[in-house]
């Protein structure tokens, strides 16, 4: 597949109104992308979960376009209000993608979305709002070319998602993504995340994911800031390698189900994306001290007990633990117990491994 499958070959015949919802989760990365070269294209592949309940439900009412206005004509919505900072984020995401979404012109969109986790919780909610949004309008483009089959259109779904944010494309599919062109993956793509085709060992098939909620602040370095840096980064060149050589090791272990080696490969990649940070030029660092007294404690909680709890982080404070629900009693009461102390207003949230987005 190359970019110009996704542009339409035949224009629209009709235009006619209607409505489109759909629900998209977040995502977790277990290798992570950090790096990127113009049109989105990630400088190393990575690897998700995808998640369940953290998500964005997007409606789209489309209506004719009576203006005079070039281009595609969008009001946003967030939560019932009008919210001015995402529309910066939307418009590029509508001059990139509109090559590939011509039919738009002919359309105002009307566009209200919701999370289902609190706003300002410093969850990124980009990766789950750019998958809703664009698989809202590969389903209008459905609409009218009924033909298209389900999986181009969600290859399609996240190739545009990814044009809005890089992360977002692994939202589309459940329940573990690859994003990136590499070798140990075949059909794997820099354009648009696929599934994991291997069998995945089951217990990964209902991973939990607690994300305890750190620092709900705005970040000081956006996650298009850091990825920035990593241009002429000194170590760039061996993270990106890195990368490459954690995905073929990650692939067993889905494939194999041992938690020792995931564990171990989960957390590396999690500290070198925050060591790639904090020497950047400029060099910034994202966690806080609470962040850093959760991953000793998880740390002693797994010497001591044995049960294979591991940390990872996004870019931000937050920290996501990863864990087999066979544990669930267990990791909840150590973390009610010890970690909720470290948590802002003692908030987490419980999610799990989940199938993508849902259209309605
Ligand atoms: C650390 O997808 O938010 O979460 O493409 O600029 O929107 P943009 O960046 P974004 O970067 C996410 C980085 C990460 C790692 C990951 O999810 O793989």
């Known amino acids: 597949m190359t970019e110009k499958d996704f542009i339409p070959s035949d224009p629209f015949s009709s235009i006619v109104p209607g409505i489109i919802q759909s629900e998209a989760p977040s995502n977790i990365a277990l290798v992570k992308y950090w790096g990127k070269f113009p049109?989105?294209?990630?400088?190393?592949?990575?690897i998700s979960f995808t998640l369940n309940t953290c998500t964005t439900t997007t409606t789209v009412a489309y209506s004719i376009n009576s203006g005079e206005k070039d281009g595609c004509s969008f009001e946003f919505l967030f939560e019932g209000q009008p919210k001015p900072d995402f529309e910066p984020k939307l418009k590029t995401f509508f001059d990139r993608t509109n090559k590939y979404l011509p039919?738009?012109?002919?359309?105002?969109?009307?566009?209200?979305?919701s999370n289902s986790f609190p706003h300002s919780s410093g969850i990124a909610s980009s990766a789950s709002a750019m998958a809703a949004l664009a698989a809202s309008l590969v389903e209008l483009e459905r609409r009218h070319h009924p033909g298209m089959d389900q999986q181009f259109a969600n290859q399609k779904s996240s190739f545009l998602a990814r044009l809005g944010s890089g992360s977002a494309c692994r939202s589309i599919s459940g329940s573990v993504v690859v994003w990136g062109a590499n070798k140990h993956i075949p059909a794997s793509s820099d354009l648009y995340g696929i599934p994991f085709?291997?069998?995945?060992?089951?217990?990964?098939?209902?991973?939990?994911?607690?994300?305890?909620?750190?620092?709900?602040?705005?970040?000081?370095?956006?996650?298009?800031?850091g990825h920035k840096l990593m241009e002429g980064h000194p170590y760039a060149k061996q993270r990106f390698k890195q990368a490459h050589r954690h995905l073929k090791e990650i692939k067993k272990v889905?494939?194999?189900?041992?938690?020792?080696a995931f564990v171990t490969l989960v957390e590396r990649e999690a500290m070198t994306l925050h060591a790639m940070m904090m020497t950047s030029a400029p060099y910034f660092m994202l966690m806080k001290p609470?962040?850093?007294?959760?991953?000793?404690?998880?740390?002693?909680?797994?010497?001591?007990?044995g049960i294979p709890l591991c940390f990872t982080l996004d870019a931000g404070a937050n920290v996501h633990l990863l864990y087999p629900r066979k544990h669930s009693g267990k990791v909840l009461q150590f973390i009610k117990n010890e970690l909720v102390a470290y948590c802002e207003n003692g908030?987490?949230?419980?999610?799990?491994?989940?199938?993508?987005?849902?259209?309605s």
């Open 290 to 305: 609470n962040t850093l007294s959760i991953i000793e404690s998880v740390w002693e909680f797994r010497r001591e007990t």
């Open 347 to 359: 908030q987490y949230i419980c999610d799990q491994v989940g199938k993508g987005t849902i259209i």
């Open 103 to 113: 039919f738009l012109n002919l359309y105002h969109l009307k566009i209200s979305s």
């Open 39 to 46: 049109n989105q294209i990630p400088a190393n592949p990575s």
């Open 254 to 260: 889905l494939i194999s189900g041992d938690l020792d």
């Open 197 to 225: 085709s291997n069998t995945l060992a089951d217990v990964f098939k209902d991973y939990q994911d607690t994300i305890l909620l750190v620092h709900r602040g705005q970040k000081q370095i956006s996650s298009t800031v």
